[in-house]
Nanobody, 115 residues
Framework: QVQLVESGGGLVQPGGSLGLSCAASGMIFSAYAIDWFRQVPGKQRELVATISIGGTPNYADSVKGRFTVSRDNAKNTVYLQMNSLKPEDTAVYYC?????????WGQGTRVIVSS
């Protein structure tokens, strides 16, 4: 069974940094692109970053220059390093992939940016 598990969320002050991890199991990890989404209550999930099979990253304009997505295929893990955090980055962060015809989501990890 394909599973994604996020970790690393927490409370951080504005301007601070936080690193998230997404550990995958039950799939040939290196064969799949992985996305990071975030969601604020009452709003749609927003695509934050994507990393391709070959490791090419893409970012939403709102996080470009501040967030870095990377992958370690040996560890079946994708990372999201978030720097210069702003209060508007507060959200639940989810990793996601499409496995066959199935959309697979992790359970989410909460990030709160507040002083």
């Amino acid at each position: 069974q394909v599973q994604l598990v996020e970790s690393g969320g927490g409370l951080v002050q504005p301007g601070g940094s936080l690193g998230l991890s997404c550990a995958a199991s039950g799939m040939i990890f290196s064969a799949y692109a992985i996305d990071w989404f975030r969601q604020v209550p009452g709003k749609q999930r927003e695509l934050v970053a994507t990393i391709s099979i070959g490791g090419t990253p893409n970012y939403a304009d709102s996080v470009k220059g501040r967030f870095t997505v990377s992958r370690d295929n040996a560890k079946n893990t994708v990372y999201l390093q978030m720097n210069s955090l702003k209060p508007e980055d507060t959200a639940v962060y989810y990793c996601h992939t499409v496995w066959g015809s199935r959309s697979v989501w992790g359970q989410g990890t909460r990030v709160i940016v507040s002083s």
